[in-house]
C-alpha cells in the first residue's frame, strides 16, 4: 500500500482526475523513446489526452526522425514543443505550462522512468487526485540496475538529507517519474534549469501543502544514448532543497496565485 505523507495541511480542492498529460524530454533517444510511447498508449490509452515532446537545438536528427514518426502515427495525441528556456528544467518548466490534462506526467524518454509502471501510478492518482504520486526506487520491491555504486551511495545519502530536512517520510525525493495535479505545477514560480529541478519540483508543491504519494519503481539504466547531468551537479541538489525549504511560501508561487 502507498504511503500517503502529509507534510502540511492541503489548500487544494479536490478537482478529480480526469485526463493526463505526459511530458516527454528528449535529447539522444531513439528505440526507448518509441518503446516509452508504445508502452503508456498500449497500458493506458483511455486515460491520455496528449504526449508532449519537448526539443532542443541538442535533439539528434535520429531522434527527431522518430519524432516526426510518432506525431505522424498518433497526430491527435503527440504534441512537439521546440523549447526556448535552456536545459531539462527548461524543458520541464516550458511544458507543464502547456498541460492541458487534469494531470500530468513527468517522464524520460530513456526508459529510465519504466513505462510499464505508469498504469497503476494512474490508477493511484485516480485514488489521490490531489496528491503527487511519486515513483520510488528505494520503496521495498524497488530497485536499481546498472546504476554507479558511487552514485548509488551518494544518492541514498541525498534522500536521507531531504526526507529529514522536509519531515516527510518518503524514499525518493530526486526520481523525475511523477503525476502531479497539474493546476499545482502551473502555479508555481520554477527557479532551477538544470537537473535540481527535478527535486525543485517536488519540494515546492509539498511546502504549498500538496501530499505525495509513494509507490515503487524498478529503475534499469539506459540502452542508448547519455546523461545530459554531470556527477558534480548533483551537489547542487542540496542548495535547491535548502533554499526551498527555507523560502517563505508566499515567494514560491506566481505573481497573483492564491491556492
Ligand atoms: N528537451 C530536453 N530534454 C532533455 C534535456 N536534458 C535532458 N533531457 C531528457 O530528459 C530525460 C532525462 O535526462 P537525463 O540526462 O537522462 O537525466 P537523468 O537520468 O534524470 O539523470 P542522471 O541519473 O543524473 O543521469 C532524458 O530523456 C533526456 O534526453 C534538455 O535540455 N532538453
Ligand atoms: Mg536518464
Given amino acids: 500500500m ?3 505523507e502529509r507534510l502540511e ?5 479536490q478537482t478529480g482526475f480526469q485526463s493526463l498529460s505526459i511530458i516527454l524530454p528528449v535529447i539522444n533517444e531513439t528505440i526507448s523513446l518509441e518503446r516509452t510511447v508504445e508502452i503508456v498508449l498500449r497500458d493506458a490509452r483511455e486515460s491520455i489526452a496528449e504526449i508532449i515532446i519537448v526539443i532542443c537545438r541538442k535533439t539528434t536528427p535520429e531522434a527527431r526522425e522518430v519524432i516526426d514518426s510518432l506525431s505522424a ?3 491527435k495525441l503527440v504534441i512537439v514543443h521546440s523549447q526556448t528556456l535552456p536545459f531539462l528544467g527548461g524543458a520541464l518548466r516550458e511544458a507543464f505550462d502547456l498541460a492541458r490534462g487534469s494531470h500530468t506526467a513527468l517522464m524520460a524518454s530513456d526508459l529510465e522512468t519504466n513505462p510499464d509502471e505508469l498504469a497503476e501510478m494512474i490508477a493511484v492518482s485516480r485514488n ?6 511519486q515513483a520510488s526506487r528505494w520503496r ?3 530497485s536499481f540496475t546498472g546504476y554507479s555504486p558511487v552514485k548509488l551511495v551518494l544518492n541514498r545519502i ?3 538529507f531531504f526526507s529529514v530536512l522536509y ?3 518518503l524514499t525518493d525525493m530526486t526520481f523525475g517519474y511523477r503525476i502531479y495535479p497539474t493546476r499545482i505545477i502551473q502555479s508555481i514560480d520554477w527557479q532551477e534549469l538544470r537537473h535540481p529541478f527535478l527535486l ?3 519540494v515546492k508543491p509539498m511546502r504549498l501543502g500538496t501530499p505525495v504519494v509513494e509507490v515503487t519503481s524498478v529503475w534499469t539504466a539506459r540502452i542508448e544514448g547519455e546523461s545530459q547531468n554531470t556527477f558534480f551537479r548533483n551537489f547542487v541538489y542540496f542548495r535547491t532543497g535548502l533554499k526551498t525549504r527555507f523560502a517563505a511560501r508566499k515567494s514560491l508561487l506566481k505573481p497573483g496565485v492564491v491556492l
Avoid at 489521490?128 to 504520486?133: C, K, L, S
Wanted: glycine share 10%; net charge positive.
Fill in 2 to 4: 502507498p504511503v500517503l
Fill in 9 to 13: 495541511v492541503p489548500t487544494q480542492v
Fill in 73 to 75: 502515427r498518433y497526430p
Fill in 128 to 133: 489521490h487526485p490531489d496528491a503527487i504520486i
Fill in 140 to 142: 521495498k520491491g524497488g
Fill in 158 to 160: 541525498f534522500q536521507m
Fill in 167 to 169: 519531515g516527510a517520510r
Fill in 200 to 202: 525543485e519540483c517536488l
